[in-house]
């Protein structure tokens, strides 16, 4: 049976309502773990961890919220009781949780609390632009093995849904677990990851097991592994060799080359990742990819919603194709959504792909004429199209070599070559990240 891909811990009462929200959430794909107390919970969390704590908001929420903090765990809560009164609710929001959900339990509503506080994939990988392709196909044919596995690319490419695919797909075993190496403390992010005993800082009231234990037997996700400090670079190159520690995957927004020129990644560390390094190409380079992934989400979110799916128009297709997605399918999803809630009829009109500040899409491009761009190329060199459209790709990629070339169909190396050629002919190249 494949591995579950968030474990989850419920505090509350073991039967009634607590107990069908366990059913649901474990029918959403979650390992579910339960606690009577408070005190059996935190004794949970320091033996086998957790991506998410459901407390009853009878329970003294406030002081499991200053226990986590004072224990060092950085792991998101979500308050839920029956009938509770808005004062408790409130209560258990500002004291730091994440959600409020209502008992008894809808099980949209769990599922959507778990999918978007631990990333839970709403679907399968959709795509099927040679760009796109690729990767999920490379992904899936190392799958089955336990090599570290590097995945690269812009800000909301989709690198956690390849990795939990990988791992649903892979050997199925065990727990998924993701770490979040950007904004964290470094103590904090040592102890997420390897744990400390009962002497490790005041506040420490327990020995603790961190994931690269509790997770043995699956997979461990590091996200922004860039951002990793050097000390935890080195105690990750141990585990690497350790037969028995579960299998890492890793993610990274910038190239690591120009970090390991600079002193700030380990050339060992990421020699061991370069066996199977997976670059997720920017949605702009997708192609048709743009729309089909549009007409799937507006219709999983008309669903939710309760509607009938609205139908994407024309020109809102040729909007959507010329966008340029700066936050890649993470955008277009929330753009998505926006133009489902707006839509009153049957179609998604352009007016109504709007951007987080309100502002339209359609106020922020322009769609290209492909007869005038056509007419523009005729009279200069094939030389001179090639490095404009060289040079442009690598402004869109913002920098990423590897994406660039990857979007152009040629090799990294040519790519290098290339730009090498243009720096020294005294032509401007956007810097690498």
Same mark, same amino acid.
């Given at each position: 049976?494949?591995?579950?891909?968030?474990?989850?811990? @419920?505090?509350?009462?073991?039967?009634? &309502?607590?107990?069908?929200?366990?059913?649901?959430?474990?029918?959403?794909?979650?390992?579910?773990?339960?606690?009577?107390?408070?005190?059996?919970?935190?004794?949970?969390?320091?033996?086998?961890?957790?991506?998410?704590?459901?407390? $009853?908001?009878?329970?003294? +929420?406030?002081?499991?919220?200053?226990?986590?903090?004072?224990?060092?765990?950085?792991?998101?809560?979500?308050?839920?009781?029956?009938?509770?009164? !808005?004062?408790?609710?409130?209560?258990?929001?500002?004291?730091?949780?994440?959600?409020? +959900?209502?008992? *008894?339990? $809808?099980?949209?509503?769990?599922?959507?609390?778990?999918?978007?506080?631990?990333?839970?994939? !709403?679907?399968?990988?959709?795509?099927?632009?040679?760009?796109?392709?690729?990767?999920?196909?490379?992904?899936?044919?190392?799958?089955? %093995?336990?090599?570290?596995?590097?995945?690269?690319?812009?800000?909301?490419?989709?690198?956690?849904?390849?990795?939990?695919?990988?791992?649903?797909?892979?050997?199925?075993?065990?727990?998924?677990?993701?770490?979040?190496?950007?904004?964290?403390?470094?103590?904090?992010?040592?102890?997420?990851?390897?744990?400390?005993?009962?002497?490790?800082?005041?506040?420490?009231?327990?020995?603790?097991?961190?994931?690269?234990?509790?997770?043995?037997?699956?997979?461990?996700?590091?996200?922004?592994?860039?951002?990793?400090?050097? *000390?935890?670079?080195?105690?990750?190159?141990?585990?690497? $060799? $350790?037969?028995?520690?579960?299998?890492?995957?890793?993610?990274?927004?910038?190239?690591?080359?120009?970090?390991?020129?600079?002193?700030?990644?380990? %050339?060992?560390?990421?020699?061991?990742?370069?066996?199977?390094?997976?670059?997720?190409?920017?949605?702009?380079?997708?192609?048709?990819?743009?729309?089909? @992934?549009?007409?799937?989400?507006?219709?999983?979110?008309? !669903?939710?919603?309760?509607?009938?799916?609205?139908?994407?128009?024309?020109?809102?297709?040729?909007?959507?194709?010329?966008?340029?997605?700066?936050?890649?399918?993470?955008?277009?999803?929330?753009?998505?959504?926006?133009?489902?809630?707006?839509?009153?009829?049957?179609?998604?009109?352009?007016?109504?792909?709007?951007?987080?500040?309100? /502002?339209?899409?359609?106020?922020?491009?322009?769609?290209?004429?492909? *007869?005038?761009?056509?007419?523009?190329?005729?009279?200069?060199? +094939?030389?001179?199209?090639?490095?404009?459209?060289?040079?442009?790709?690598?402004?869109?990629?913002?920098?990423?070599?590897?994406? &660039?070339?990857?979007?152009?169909?040629?090799?990294?190396?040519?790519?290098?070559?290339?730009?090498?050629?243009?720096?020294? /002919?005294?032509?401007?190249?956007?810097?690498?990240?």
């Amino acid at each position: 049976m494949a591995g579950s891909i968030v474990r989850m811990l @419920l505090v509350g009462p073991p039967d009634g &309502a607590f107990h069908v929200a366990a059913g649901m959430a474990r029918d959403a794909g979650a390992e579910v773990a339960t606690a009577g107390t408070v005190g059996a919970a935190l004794a949970c969390l320091r033996e086998q961890g957790a991506a998410l704590v459901m407390i $009853d908001v009878a329970a003294d +929420v406030c002081g499991f919220l200053a226990d986590l903090a004072a224990e060092r765990f950085a792991v998101p809560v979500i308050a839920c009781g029956i009938d509770a009164s !808005a004062a408790r609710a409130v209560a258990a929001i500002r004291a730091g949780a994440r959600d409020y +959900v209502p008992l *008894p339990p $809808d099980r949209d509503l769990i599922a959507a609390a778990i999918r978007e506080i631990a990333a839970l994939p !709403a679907g399968p990988l959709i795509g099927e632009h040679p760009a796109f392709t690729r990767a999920p196909e490379f992904a899936r044919a190392m799958g089955a %093995s336990h090599a570290p596995i590097l995945l690269t690319g812009e800000r909301g490419t989709g690198k956690e849904r390849v990795a939990q695919a990988i791992h649903q797909g892979g050997r199925g075993a065990g727990s998924f677990v993701t770490i979040e190496c950007a904004g964290v403390a470094p103590d904090i992010l040592e102890y997420e990851l390897f744990g400390h005993d009962g002497t490790a800082f005041p506040e420490a009231r327990a020995q603790r097991r961190g994931a690269m234990t509790t997770a043995r037997g699956g997979m461990v996700f590091l996200r922004d592994i860039e951002v990793l400090p050097a *000390p935890l670079q080195t105690r990750l190159l141990t585990v690497l $060799d $350790d037969p028995g520690a579960p299998r890492l995957i890793a993610s990274a927004r910038r190239a690591l080359d120009p970090l390991v020129d600079a002193g700030r990644f380990r %050339s060992d560390l990421l020699a061991r990742f370069a066996l199977a390094t997976i670059v997720l190409p920017p949605l702009r380079a997708r192609g048709t990819d743009i729309v089909h @992934l549009a007409r799937n989400f507006a219709t999983s979110f008309a !669903a939710t919603e309760g509607r009938v799916a609205p139908r994407l128009t024309d020109e809102t297709c040729r909007l959507l194709a010329g966008y340029d997605w700066p936050g890649n399918v993470a955008e277009l999803q929330e753009v998505m959504h926006r133009a489902v809630l707006l839509s009153a009829g049957p179609d998604i009109a352009p007016n109504m792909l709007v951007l987080a500040d309100g /502002a339209c899409i359609a106020a922020t491009c322009s769609l290209s004429t492909g *007869p005038a761009e056509m007419d523009a190329l005729v009279g200069r060199t +094939v030389e001179d199209v090639e490095r404009d459209l060289i040079l442009l790709t690598l402004e869109r990629c913002r920098g990423n070599r590897t994406s &660039a070339s990857q979007i152009l169909g040629i090799s990294v190396r040519t790519m290098r070559n290339k730009l090498k050629a243009f720096v020294e /002919a005294g032509i401007a190249v956007t810097p690498a990240l």
